[in-house]
């Protein structure tokens, strides 16, 4: 609820005991700093107050946490990491020293960092944070020889994947997936906010009654594509509220992976989720462009069918893509799996 924002907690400490807490709740609310100093008033001074990200010390939509913090009589702040919003990044931390607050950065800063780990992403690269989901069975499908996909998850699987759309910038899919599937990539199964929905498609090829071209009412539909290929759709459908990328070719003639990412980090994209389907999850891995893996295996066997994932090159076991930080839990009758690339294949 607080995107593009990040998620930051605060704990107020005063005599070896928690006095208040607060947490920023949604996007134009009050910062968690003021939350905690709301809920004591006057009994926040002289305590210590404990937050996840550097307080801000810039006008936004909301005014500066340094400032009430100050005004508060907060004698020391323990923050977890620095912001690196540049508005911020370290300038936060020098006001309250000049306004005699000890300072102290670093403690918990690793599972700050990861709680915000798409916020950190692309102020740091410019890029969005690039999350890989699949949804396959045990034999490692996302659909059966005919193309059917619904549904090769659970209902709690199929819940906990909109609850990670509500987290993210932009769901990302492939022509492929949006002319088999006709997916409406919403959230509509939790509360939260919807993303942007993204097609990377090189010749448009998408009917013009589709879920994501007919159901546009908020105009976040993105199609991603050639430069000819938007002008012909376009021609189409010049009325129906998309918005349009153009995206470069790459060496192959495919659309530029690395183009795309540059563009929808120039949109302010924070972060992404690529949902479908094998031909464009295996190019995101090729080119080592995933931050983030998540699979949701189903206990199941399809047997023939369409594989989740494509050829990698990989000759010998030491070459393939592994994992670090890895974490499964269940969810329903399905297991899932989330961990981070060790390194670029």
């Known amino acids: 609820m607080t995107y593009p924002n990040p998620m930051v ?29 709301r809920a004591v ?57 000049q306004a005699g607050i000890e300072v102290v950065s670093g403690p918990g800063a690793r599972d700050a960092r990861r709680l915000n780990e798409g916020y950190f992403h692309h102020h740091l690269t410019g890029q969005p944070f690039v999350i890989l989901k699949l949804a396959q069975s045990l034999d490692g499908r996302i659909a059966t020889f005919t193309g059917d996909s619904q549904w090769i998850s659970g209902k709690d699987a199929r819940a906990y994947a909109h609850r990670l759309r509500t987290e993210v910038g932009a769901v990302v899919i492939g022509g492929e997936t949006a002319r088999r ?31 994501l071209i007919a159901e546009n009412k908020d105009h976040k539909t993105i199609l991603a594509s050639t430069e000819e290929s938007i002008r012909k759709f376009n021609e189409r459908l010049p009325h129906a509220g998309l918005i349009y990328w153009a995206i ?30 094998s ?12 931050n983030k893996f ?8 399809i047997g023939k069918g369409i ?34 690339p060790k390194g670029p294949k």
Do not use: W
């Not at 998540?294 to 066997?301: E, F, G, M, Q, T």
């Open 248 to 277: 470069d070719l790459d060496a192959d003639g495919m659309l530029s992976l690395p183009d795309f990412l540059a563009k929808a980090g120039a949109f302010g994209i924070r972060s992404v989720l690529v949902e479908g389907g």
């Open 294 to 301: 998540v699979a949701v295996i189903s206990p199941k066997l």
């Open 181 to 211: 599937d006709d997916p409406t990539l919403t959230a509509r199964l939790v509360k939260g906010i919807s993303p942007y929905r993204i097609v990377l498609s090189r010749s448009l090829d998408l009917d013009k009654h589709a879920h």
């Open 9 to 37: 907690g605060a704990v107020l400490v005063k005599n070896g005991r928690i006095i208040g807490v607060g947490y920023h709740r949604k996007v134009g609310g009050n910062h968690a700093e003021i939350e905690a100093l």
């Open 41 to 97: 008033g006057t009994r926040a001074k002289g305590a210590t107050l404990y937050v996840t990200l550097e307080p801000c010390c810039h006008v936004g939509r909301t005014g500066p946490c340094t400032a009430a913090i100050i005004k508060a009589g907060v004698k020391r702040v323990v923050c977890a990491t620095k912001d690196p919003d540049p508005r911020v990044n370290g300038k936060g931390a020098q006001e309250l020293r």
């Open 279 to 290: 031909r464009l999850a295996t190019s995101f891995l090729k080119q080592g462009l995933m």
């Open 307 to 340: 594989e989740a994932i494509g050829d990698l090159h990989t000759n010998n076991v030491d070459e393939s893509i592994q994992f670090k930080d890895g974490h499964f839990e269940t969810c329903g009758q399905d297991m899932i799996f989330s961990g981070y």
